[in-house]
Nanobody, 126 residues
């Protein structure tokens, strides 16, 4: 029932940057570890980054490590993903949602099913 709203996507050239934002209808971080996921056409959804419930620990998939930074502003109930040095492989629809790390893979929390927002499109041109 929680509806997330993602924003900040757009079209950029390779090497460019975007900052994605995500917020919900109510407090997020009191109850969930939150992260970012993406899905490219014809591919399965992929976990990108996850921030622990405490906000003190973050995880990234190898392909974005060093380029993306996840953060939050608890007072604003907002999650961010700063994306630098973008490349065409980053092109996807990006979603936020509750996350867990399992066997070095970022996956949605099982209770998050059905709570995804509309996402925000990121397109990177070569």
């Amino acid at each position: 029932q929680v509806q997330m709203v993602e924003s900040g996507g757009g079209s950029v050239q390779a090497g460019g940057s975007l900052n994605l934002s995500c917020t919900g209808s109510g407090p997020i971080f009191d109850h969930w570890a939150m992260g970012w996921f993406r899905q490219a056409p014809g591919k399965e959804r992929e976990g990108v980054s996850c921030l622990s419930w405490s906000g003190q620990t973050s995880w990234y998939i190898d392909s974005v490590k060093g380029r993306f930074t996840i953060s939050r502003d608890k007072a604003k109930n907002t999650l961010y993903l700063q994306m630098n040095s973008l490349n065409p492989d980053d092109t996807a629809m990006y979603y936020c949602g509750a996350c867990v790390t399992v066997a070095h893979i970022i996956v949605p929390a099982s209770a998050w099913s059905g709570r995804w927002g509309q996402g925000t499109q990121v397109t990177v041109s070569s």
